[in-house]
Structures are given as structure tokens and as C-alpha cells.
């Protein structure tokens, strides 16, 4: 008899807790509500006028896993992949990095944010270590626990600049030497000034497993 009650008491509690499960989940879908950000953002996400130049909010936006398929907080209203269009310098783009295996040759495209002087015209489309006119140079690397390492060496690729639309489009024909994870890098511009930083500094593709 005693097990049987207590059988009874097990049923009965279990038929309470059913009746109470749509209130549960409902609770708990306001409590994730609160908790978690919309669009999977930080809900403290810091605005434009947080950050003191364009790159700086670009750094913040990938390092956040921000992409023009991803918006971080309001960084990127257009969903470009390029945060904060309206700050000024130094600039940062956000690069791709591809490979066609068929023929062998990297590829990838930065897009790059307009010049904060509001003129139509976009930033840091020239420009390499030597020459403020020449060609962006863009280097690709394989990661290896030991030290990244250059598949170009010391010949670089020049990317061809787009000024109506603010792209840098290049492609190296170079086959992969081995399947990995790898990076395209810009270099920084020649200096334009002694003093401050430089408007055009260093920046990277994610990194990204090839082929």
C-alpha cells in the first residue's frame, strides 16, 4: 500500500509539473531574452562615437566576428563589412581571401571606408611602403605554430584600386603549397607625415581554411 501511494504522489506531482512546463519555458524565453543580444551582439556593444578613429572601430568589429553577413550592435548600418564610414583616421578595410584550386591562383577583395571629408571618395586606396602613388601590396601567409609564414616572400601583389566603389581587387597566380589555414595581409602605406600615426596602416583578412 505504502508503495502505492507513493506511486500515486510520483504520478501526481508529474501531471503538476506538466501543467506548469508552458509557464516555465515562457519564463525562460524572457530570461534569454534579457540576457542575450539581438543579433547575437554584445549588449553593450559601444557606438561609433566610442572609438577615437576608423580602424579602431574596424579592429573592434572583426575581433567581435562582425562581417557584411554579421552586424555588430550599430557599427555597420549598411552591412558592408566596413564600421564606423563616417570617423576619421588612421582607415582599416575588411578583406576576403580565396583560392581556386582548378587554376591555382589566390584571390580576395577589401573593401575600404570613404574619407571622413565626406567628398565621395574612399580611403587608402594607394599607396605601399615606398611610393604614396603605387599600389596597395597585399601578402598572403600560412599559419604554422612556429611563426606565420609568407607563400610570396619578398614579391608582393599590387592590388588594382577601384575608386568608384572603394575596392582593392587582387589575385596571385600561385599554386597552394599546402592545404591550411591562411590570411591576406595589406601593408601599411608609406608615411605621408612624420608625426601621428600613419592614415593607412597594416590590415588582415579572417583566416580562413584552404582549399
Do not use: H, Y
Given at each position: 500500500?505504502?508503495?502505492?501511494?507513493?506511486?500515486?504522489?510520483?504520478?501526481?506531482?508529474?501531471?503538476?509539473?506538466?501543467?506548469?512546463?508552458p509557464a516555465?519555458?515562457?519564463?525562460?524565453?524572457?530570461?534569454l531574452a534579457i540576457w542575450a543580444p539581438?543579433?547575437?551582439?554584445?549588449?553593450?556593444?559601444?557606438?561609433?562615437?566610442?572609438?577615437?578613429?576608423q580602424a579602431a572601430a574596424q579592429t573592434y568589429f572583426v575581433e567581435a566576428g562582425g562581417s557584411p553577413a554579421r552586424s555588430i550592435g550599430r557599427l555597420d548600418p549598411d552591412r558592408d563589412g566596413v564600421a564606423c564610414e563616417g570617423l576619421g583616421a588612421p582607415y582599416q578595410g575588411i578583406a576576403t581571401l580565396g583560392y581556386n584550386k582548378k587554376r591555382g591562383f589566390f584571390y580576395g577583395v577589401a573593401s575600404m571606408p570613404p574619407l571622413a571629408s565626406g567628398k565621395g571618395e574612399f580611403a587608402c586606396l594607394s599607396g605601399n611602403r615606398h611610393w604614396p602613388d603605387g599600389p596597395r601590396w597585399v601578402n598572403v601567409f600560412r599559419v604554422k605554430p612556429n611563426g606565420d609564414v609568407s607563400i610570396l616572400g619578398s614579391h608582393m601583389a599590387s592590388a588594382e584600386?577601384?575608386?568608384?566603389?572603394?575596392?582593392?581587387?587582387?589575385?596571385?597566380?600561385?599554386?597552394?603549397?599546402?592545404p591550411g589555414r591562411y590570411y591576406a595581409a595589406f601593408e601599411e602605406s608609406v608615411r605621408t607625415s612624420p608625426y601621428?600615426?600613419?592614415?593607412?596602416?597594416?590590415?588582415?583578412?579572417r583566416?580562413?581554411?584552404?582549399?
Open positions: 500500500m505504502v508503495a502505492i501511494a507513493t506511486i500515486a504522489a510520483g504520478m501526481g506531482q508529474a501531471r503538476k509539473l506538466k501543467r506548469q512546463l516555465l519555458a515562457a519564463a525562460f524565453a524572457v530570461a539581438a543579433g547575437g551582439d554584445a549588449a553593450a556593444t559601444p557606438g561609433c562615437p566610442s572609438f577615437e578613429s584600386a577601384k575608386p568608384e566603389t572603394g575596392r582593392l581587387v587582387w589575385k596571385v597566380d600561385k599554386p597552394m603549397p599546402l601621428g600615426r600613419n592614415p593607412c596602416p597594416e590590415f588582415r583578412s583566416t580562413v581554411s584552404l582549399p
